[in-house]
């Protein structure tokens, strides 16, 4: 019997097309599954979808075809402890294939066919009357403000290029306040904070060496220094693939933080809300295709 699965597909991500579709169903159908296609009309429906499929059937099997933001959206529509999760990625930063392994859209169709998965954990982050689901990181601070001053229109034109833009505008307008972040017990006083489900950040750079989206729990990197110089040292470090500890940041594990102030807030690479918020590690909350 063929193993019916979903593919929640955006047609606006990097590199879709029709014809890739096909051969993506092909290939499926080839290994032993039955697809339905859902392509997305907008940023709500991969949740839409994940929960209709995940309320429908007994055993939900969502495949989120598209970039990081489409498995963040199915993700976040996924009941907990009940379906299997895969990522064929289509998109433009693709963070989660490169922290995973998975190199192209062949690759990442093989994995599906092996069916070889491991229990997810996430982080949910709850701030102004949002809750969201998170597989790579939450930025609160320079980051958040960087994602929040993107503007669509040239992230259409420039692609990644727009990140650069909004930054350059970021840094103009600084805003050197700190706030404070709250973990086990303890409090510090940040300018920025990193909560790492992953390893990778914005690509293929390695801000958080240990962070795994299959084990417990974040690694959280607090930037201290609140000056423009300071956040130059740390990006020449990640560069340089030194990770970006020592100075004026710290490393530490958590399972459960509390940020204060009213920094802007990004999820997987985009914007939520602004601070305060809570965020706290989520063990098993789906079966991922690794
Ligand atoms: N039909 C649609 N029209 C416009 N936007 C959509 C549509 N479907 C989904 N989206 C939104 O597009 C956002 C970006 O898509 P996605 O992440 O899949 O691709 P990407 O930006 O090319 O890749 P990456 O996030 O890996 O850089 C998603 O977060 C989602 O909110």
């Not at 727009?162 to 006083?189: C, F, H, Q």
């Not at 930037?223 to 693939?241: C, F, H, P, Q, S």
């Amino acid at each position: 019997m063929p193993l019916p699965c979903t593919l929640i597909i955006n047609p606006t991500s990097g590199s879709y097309s029709g014809p890739l579709v096909k051969r993506i169903t092909e290939l499926l159908a080839a290994g032993g599954f039955e697809p339905t296609v859902l392509l997305t009309g907008g940023p709500d429906d991969a949740a839409a979808f994940a929960a209709r499929a995940c309320s429908q059937e007994e055993n939900p099997y969502i495949i989120a075809v598209g970039g990081d933001g489409t498995l963040n959206g199915a993700l976040n529509g996924l009941a907990p402890g009940k379906a299997t999760l895969a990522f064929i990625p289509l998109g433009t930063a693709n963070v989660c294939a490169l922290e995973l392994g998975i190199g192209s859209v062949d690759e990442a169709v093989r994995r599906i066919i092996r069916r070889e998965t491991r229990p997810l954990s996430v982080g949910v982050l709850e701030g102004f009357g949002v809750e969201r689901r998170f597989l790579l990181m939450a930025g609160i601070g320079f980051d958040g403000f960087v994602v929040e001053g993107v503007l669509g229109a040239e992230k259409k034109r420039f692609g990644k290029g727009a990140y650069v833009l909004s930054a350059l505008r970021t840094l103009a307008a600084w805003d050197g306040r700190p706030m404070e972040v709250t973990a086990g017990g303890e409090r510090r006083s940040c300018h920025s904070v990193i909560v790492c489900n992953a390893a990778r950040y914005g690509g293929k750079f390695v801000l958080a060496p240990g962070a795994d989206m299959f084990g417990p729990g974040f690694r959280v990197v607090c930037i201290e220094g609140t000056r423009r110089r300071d956040y130059l040292g740390i990006a020449l470090k990640v560069l340089a693939g030194k990770g970006p500890g020592g100075g004026d940041v710290t490393v530490f594990d958590a399972d459960e933080l509390t940020i204060g102030g009213n920094k802007a807030v990004q999820v997987d690479g985009d914007f939520i809300c602004h601070g305060p918020v809570t965020i706290r590690a989520v063990a098993d909350l789906a079966r991922m295709v690794v």
